[in-house]
């Protein structure tokens, strides 16, 4: 061996090398394949969280990175706890979330055997591939600095995004020649084509109504946006994903019903690290694909990922680091932009008109209203699939601050909240965070307040219990002639539940009430449960204000 070089297992070298790229946590649940990769935590100072449900460590990993912007690291068997994490793995995708799968394999002479193994799956790497950004597998315990180095550079650069990689059972367990490699760098972001940013430039100077829309691809660049912002005396939205990039109580942060309320007359959009899902599927025709839309406003794109710019092609495409393109856009404009005076007034109209239609999604909007008074401006809120989450996507709950709103993103996946609330709070454990869900969706991930208990994760779960997937059966009311079906649901007594796991639990039915208990168990921080008591069919939908066809002005008009 030469200097530098050591005789480690597989385990320990990815282990190691995964230490060495910043992992302080790792979320995982072992098994035969993966023990020496978790024996070699053993009296180290990485934090090992094991969750009750593999799932759940992809949602945490997940959590830990939307919250972070730094990688979030999860290890689970082959098979089905890869199968079983998969959604979270697919979430994650979505959400452009950094996260690192470290995972095994059966033994290198089984490889594509089809001789039944344990957790054999036919193609593991080809199954992670059709769903992620990327895997791998690791062949020898020395090939693993620079495999896991590679797995960390490729979630955080570019579009970042989920990384798996596998190591066989023999391999992991063996021991190997292990070279030292320094841990991966950040590459520098590349400068964007000046003649790309003089275009956009030129189009900004000249538009009287401009309109930001972030998306997570801005959630770094909170700063340089705002600049670019005030310099154009633009408004700044986002659907999900970029919300409180320009916190929404900022004359010039605009949630979605503000912000579908001027659209008609905005000239250009600046799409900032955003899919733009909002303005053309959500107030377009979702069954339509545009590839580059028939109407609306000029559109500029500023995106890291080059293939982004062939799906709503723009009249000016940016592909660069939001952050290098928003301060450039921003130093050339500082001479060139000459705003429209009354732009303010009519930022300031639009969410008038915007308060007014979401106080009309009660009772959501009062006890979101709840929430956001106690919750501090740097708390974060994991929102989940349910009549209180769909009605935050409207501006009902303002975000007021980058990354504190951590959402399921495109796969719309349900149970996705509570566990990747618990990864939000390990990796903020100074910070107030809170999970609101539907008494469906917390279900999916019950199991998790085990795991909340058992490490003192202090996140508070609100659970809205309508007793229903009343998404479902409103649907069902309306589409079905009322044949409802599969959407009513008979729960266990949450507040009992919740305390025969250790975790505080208590039971409200206003949003008076609410945001005392809140409050209260802010300031004790430990995990707790609030059962909200709905009355099934109670709740407005919050729809006509997310699909929003028309402006919210004139759908208060009737
Ligand atoms: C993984 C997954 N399964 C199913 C759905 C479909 N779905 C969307 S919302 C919903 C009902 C949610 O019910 P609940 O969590 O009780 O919230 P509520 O709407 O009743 O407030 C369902 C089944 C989904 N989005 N994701």
């Not at 605009?254 to 799409?271: P, S």
């Not at 008038?352 to 006890?367: D, L």
């Not at 206003?510 to 005392?516: A, F, G, I, M, S």
Request: glycine letters at 10%.
């Amino acid at each position: 061996m030469s200097v530098g070089e050591r005789k480690l297992s597989g385990g320990r070298a990815i282990a190691e090398a995964a230490r060495g790229n910043g992992m302080t946590t790792l979320f995982g649940v072992p098994g035969a394949q993966i023990y020496p990769l978790f024996d070699a935590l053993y009296g180290t100072d990485v934090d090992l969280i094991v969750p009750r449900h593999e799932q759940a460590a992809g949602y945490m990993a997940m959590g830990y990175a939307k919250s972070t912007g730094r990688p979030g690291v999860f290890s689970v068997v082959p098979g089905p706890g890869v199968l079983n994490a998969s959604a979270a793995l697919c979430t994650a995708m979505g959400n452009c979330a950094p996260v690192v799968c470290l995972t095994g394999q059966v033994p290198s002479a089984f490889v594509g055997r089809g001789r039944g193994h344990l957790h054999e799956l036919a193609d593991q790497l080809g199954t992670l591939r059709s769903l992620i950004k990327g895997a791998w597998r690791i062949d020898a315990p020395g090939d693993a600095p620079r495999l896991v180095n590679e797995a960390f550079r490729a979630a955080t650069t570019g579009r970042p995004g989920p990384i798996a990689v596998e190591m066989c059972w023999d391999a992991m367990a063996g021991e190997g020649v292990v070279p030292v490699e320094p841990p991966s760098q950040t590459p520098e972001p590349s400068a964007p084509d000046p003649s790309a940013v003089g275009a956009a430039a030129r189009l900004l100077a000249t538009a009287r109504k401009p309109l930001i829309m972030c998306g997570a691809g801005a959630q770094h660049a909170a700063a340089e946006v705002r600049a670019l912002a005030e310099v154009l005396q633009a408004p700044v939205t986002a659907f999900r994903s970029g919300r409180g990039v320009v916190p929404e109580d900022h004359a010039l942060g605009v949630a979605a019903v503000a912000a579908r309320e001027l659209w008609n007359d905005v000239d250009v959009l600046l799409g900032v690290g955003s899919r733009l899902e909002m303005p053309y599927l959500r107030w377009g025709d979702p069954m339509r694909y545009e590839q580059r839309p028939s109407s609306g406003p000029k559109l500029i794109r500023i995106d890291i990922a080059p293939e982004e710019m062939q799906r709503f092609q723009p009249d000016v495409a940016i592909v660069a680091d939001a952050a290098v393109a928003c301060r450039e856009l921003a130093d050339r404009l500082a001479k060139l932009a000459s705003p429209d005076p009354s732009r303010a007034e009519n930022v300031a109209a639009a969410k008038r008109v915007a308060a007014a239609a979401v106080e009309r999604i009660q009772p959501q909007t009062a006890y979101l209203r709840a929430i956001r008074a106690v919750l501090p401006r740097d708390g974060f809120l994991v929102p989940e699939l349910s009549q209180v989450g769909f009605t935050t996507y409207t501006g009902a709950f303002p975000v007021l601050a980058p990354r504190t709103y951590v959402s399921e993103g495109f796969q719309g996946t349900l149970g996705f909240g509570f566990p990747t609330a618990l990864g939000v709070k390990v990796a903020n454990p100074g910070k107030a965070v809170v999970s609101i869900t539907g008494d469906g969706g917390f279900m999916f991930g019950v199991q998790e307040l085990a795991t909340a208990a058992e490490y003192d994760i202090a996140v508070v779960t609100i659970v809205f219990n309508n007793h229903s997937f009343a998404n479902v059966l409103r649907d069902q009311e309306l589409q079905f002639g009322g044949r409802t079906i599969g959407s009513r649901l008979r729960n266990p007594d949450f507040q009992r539940l919740a305390e025969s796991f250790g975790v505080a639990a208590h039971r409200v039915s206003t949003p008076t009430e609410l945001e005392r208990a809140l409050a209260t168990e802010l300031g004790l921080e430990r995990p707790a449960l609030i059962e909200v008591a709905i009355e099934p069919g109670t709740e407005t939908s919050p729809w006509p204000y997310i699909h929003m066809r028309r402006r919210p002005s004139e759908i208060l008009r009737g």
